[in-house]
C-alpha cells in the first residue's frame, strides 16, 4: 500500500475514533476536536508524514457551506436585513480593536507597522499574505505564522467561551424555535442533482475570478437562491454534518501540529497575546451591544469573533446559536475586507514607504 494513502487512512480512522469517544463522552463539539486529536497525535507523537488531500477538506467545506445556506430561509433574511447597522458597526469595531492590538504586538514581538498590521486583521488570512509578499518591509514568515496560528487560539478559547453563554434552545433570527426537515427526508434526487451543479456552476466562477472563500460562499448564495426560489427548506442530516467536520478539520488538525513546532520565543508570546486579547475584547465589545440589541450574548460573540467562518460555524451549530445571523456577519467580514479595508491598508502601507524612502 501506498504509504501517504496507509497514513492518510490513519490519521481518519483516529479522527473518527477520538469525534466518537469525545461524543459519547459529551464533550463540546467533538467532531471538531476528534479530527484536531488526530492531527495533532499522527505528526507529534506516531510521526506520521501525513498530507491530507485538499479536495476531501474542500468537500467538506462545501457541505458546511450547504448547511449554512440552507438556514438562510426568506424569514431569516428579513429579519438579518433589519440588524444591517449592528453587522456594520460590530465589524468596523473589531477591526479598530485589531489595530489598536497591532500597536502593543509590535512592541512585543520587536517588528514593524508594516508587519504588525498584516499579522492582526482577522479574517483575511489570503488577502493579508499577498499584500505581505507584495511589501518589502512586511516579514511574510511573521504575517504567516501569526495569521494561520489564530487557529489554534479560535478552536480552544471561542468553544470555550460559547459554551457557558449558549442558549437552552436553537432558535432563527427572530427568536423562534425552528424546526427544518432532514435533506434525505425533503429532497428527491433530481432536487439534490440541480442543487449540486448549481454549485459546481457558482464555485467554477468564483475560482476563474480568484474569489476568496468560494467553498463556503458558492453553496451558500445557491442555497439562498434555492430556498427563495423554491421554498423548499430542509437541513443537513447529523450523519453529514459529522463527516464535513472530520472531513475539513483533519486538515486542521494537521497544520495545529506543525505550527506547534514555530511557537517559540518572543513572537510565540506577541502571538499568544494578540490572539487572546483580539478574542476577549472582541467578547467585551459585544457584552456591551447585548444592551441594545435582541440577539443573545452567544450569537453577537460568534459573530464578531475573529476566525474563520468555517471554524466560528461549526461552533455555532453545536452551541445552538443563530447559524444565518452569525453567518451573514463572517460574511459581511469578508467583503467589507476584501474590498474596503485591504485597499486602504494597502495605501497605507505605499504612504509608509514613500514615506521612509524621503526620510
Known sequence: MNIKLRNNIIVLILAITFSLILHAANILLPFMFGPILAGVVSIKFLRLDVQWPFWISQLGLILLGVQIGSTFTETVIFDIKNDWMIIVTI???????????????????????????????PGALSQMLIMAEENKKANIMVVSLTQTSRIIFVVILVPFISYFFKDPVTTGANGAQEVQQKLTETLTFSNVLVLLIAIAVVYAIMSKINFPTKQMLAPILVLICWNLITGITFTLDNPIIAAAQV??????????????????????????????????????????????????????????APGGMSQIVLVAIETGADVAMISSYHIFRIFFILFLIAPLINQFLKYLEYKNKHS
Open 91 to 121: 465589524t468596523v469595531l473589531l477591526l479598530v480593536l485589531a489595530l489598536l492590538i497591532a500597536y502593543f504586538f509590535k512592541k512585543i514581538a520587536n517588528v514593524n507597522t508594516e508587519t504588525a498590521i498584516l499579522s492582526v486583521i
Open 247 to 304: 472531513m475539513y478539520m483533519i486538515r486542521i488538525g494537521i497544520q495545529i501540529a506543525k505550527l506547534m513546532d514555530q511557537m517559540k520565543g518572543r513572537i510565540a508570546l506577541a502571538i499568544a497575546l494578540q490572539n487572546v486579547l483580539l478574542i476577549i475584547s472582541s467578547f467585551v465589545m459585544v457584552y456591551l451591544f447585548t444592551f441594545v440589541s435582541n440577539h443573545s450574548i452567544n450569537d453577537l460573540f460568534l459573530g464578531a
